[in-house]
């Protein structure tokens, strides 16, 4: 039992003379002695044979599920010198199709239960290839650029290099995450390797993608929208696109219900506006009693002690009361960035150190939840417009545009704000009620955004706003006392402790 301990002290422990905890992996060895114990665990149904000098302990799961999460190790133990490469250094897991890729001194294939181990031969690894699991090593990032640039005979799942618009996709987040001398810096230790593995040809392959990216040369040969975007100067947020795609649809398999604008009479209209605009800026910080709110919009004077936040209501009471503004929706991507800057000028017309009407020059972020990037808004802004001119009911495409505002912040202050007043106008457009988020929902609200944002979950966000504008359409008249009361009676005054949201029917 010495000797078994000295073979594999941390494969088990021993109680009452007997191994209980083998490793789930165990490997086969020439060595005599350890091979009749082996064998005598397998006669003793301790262990089991899956492939070729491979056992385990794991006596439940099929030899496929147990090779796979444990392929890294195996390939280190079995196969001294063995470099992870092409699509495999990047991917880190078996293709769709079950192949790991690697370079190794001969070509073959090993079948194993579940994966098949495709041998290349080739360099082996050089300074900067990284150690990963045993005697496994990983192409370094330059190398296995190069390497994903070979030729292949086989595509898809098959081909041990990854498509074209991936590594554009990938040389395109380095500018992204890092800038454009992160990106150079890549290019010349990737000179330098072609050199020593022979890879040149490919080396010309990634300058010209490299050169394209950085608009020294034409972005007419790249694949990747990611990619030929940042050629032309109009990156954006990859990521953020996804969400926004998700959030479509979501929006394009619901149906949502017509609610008629109520508040048809210009005074009615104004009435709304008032309430419309304080509990927008109260949701941002914005803090007022409501007499007072009203009255800064009354008079339209700011009070002096309080000038730039009256200021802020009365921007956006500026916009929202002003039913010809709120009937402009964008009919293009540039429509859209030029609309949010007009409108962002007079929301923050006073407070210039916030820099009303242009998109941030730095970045800026809500707790854990950085926004896009600075360099990425006027980018992702467009390519959003995509999906939201798809989007026919006026419900569906204002709260799309309402999330693509407040996710990518593209302002310095004042977001929240724009992203409702953008929301409102594709109601208004379309003679549908309007959306108020009253205090006491400012939670729920902002619930219903973390949700999207983090959980990739589109359905609570959408249920939010529709519960906020079936109370919105409850409120309306001419006569502004009456609208307050329907207002109390709801607890919209309140704040989110100290109440439940009610649609006063």
């Known amino acids: 039992m010495e000797n078994i301990l000295q073979f594999c002290s941390k494969s088990f422990i021993v109680e009452k003379n007997f191994p209980i905890h083998l490793q789930e992996i165990i490997y086969g060895s020439a060595d005599s002695v350890i091979s009749r114990r082996i064998s005598k665990w397998e006669s003793e149904g301790i262990v089991r044979k899956i492939a070729s000098r491979l056992y385990t302990s794991n006596l439940e799961d099929s030899p496929a599920d147990i090779i796979k999460r444990n392929i890294f190790p195996i390939l280190g133990n079995l196969y001294s010198g063995v470099l992870l490469s092409h699509r495999s250094a990047f991917e880190f897991a078996p293709t769709a199709s079950g192949q790991i890729f690697v370079t190794y001194k001969y070509t073959k294939k090993v079948r194993l239960p579940g994966i098949t181990i495709r041998f290349m031969e080739g360099v082996a690894a050089i300074h900067g290839d990284t150690p990963f699991s045993g005697k496994l090593m990983v192409s370094q990032k330059e190398r296995a650029l190069l390497e994903n640039l070979q030729e292949s005979r086989q595509t898809g799942a098959d081909s041990k290099t990854l498509a074209y618009p991936q590594i554009e996709e990938k040389l395109e987040q380095i500018i992204r995450v890092n800038g454009e001398d ?187 939840t950085s926004f896009v990037d600075m360099g990425l808004v006027r980018g992702t802004i467009i390519q959003s417009f995509d999906f939201y001119k798809a989007l026919v009911h006026p419900f569906a495409k204002a709260a799309y545009i309402m999330f693509v505002v407040s996710e990518i912040h593209p302002f310095l202050d004042g977001n929240g704000c724009m992203a409702r007043v953008m929301m409102n106008a594709e109601l208004a457009t379309s003679g549908q009620t309007k959306i108020i988020i009253p205090t006491v929902y400012r939670e729920d609200y902002l619930g219903g955004l973390r949700r999207l944002t983090r959980n990739n979950d589109p359905k609570v966000y959408i249920r939010m706003l529709e519960r906020a504008q079936a109370f919105s359409h409850t409120i309306y008249g001419s006569d502004m006392d009456e609208m307050e009361e329907k207002l109390r009676q709801s607890m919209a005054f309140k704040e989110s402790n100290e109440g439940v949201l009610k649609i006063m029917e």
């Open 182 to 368: 992160d990106l150079n810096a890549v290019r010349d230790r990737a000179r330098e390797i072609s050199e020593e593995i022979g890879m040149q040809k490919e080396f010309k392959k990634l300058n010209k993608i490299i050169s394209a990216l950085l608009s020294t040369r034409s972005a007419s040969g790249l694949k990747s929208p990611v990619a030929a975007a940042r050629a032309v100067g109009m990156p954006y947020d990859p990521a953020r696109l996804q969400l926004f795609e998700m959030l479509f649809r979501e929006l394009k398999q619901q149906e949502f219900k017509n609610r008629e604008e109520q508040n048809t009479t210009t005074q009615a209209y104004r009435n709304f506006a008032v309430y419309e605009s304080y509990f927008s800026n109260y949701i941002e910080g914005t803090v007022f009693e409501v007499d007072t709110a009203k009255q800064i919009i009354a008079t339209q004077q700011p009070m002096p002690a309080r000038n730039e936040d009256s200021h802020d209501v009365l921007g956006t009471y500026q916009l929202v009361s002003n039913k010809q503004e709120m009937s402009i929706i964008p009919y293009s991507g540039e429509n859209l960035l030029d609309i949010l800057q007009y409108r962002h000028e007079i929301l923050l017309n006073v407070r210039k150190d916030k820099k009303p009407g242009k998109f941030k020059d730095r970045n800026n972020q809500a707790g854990d």
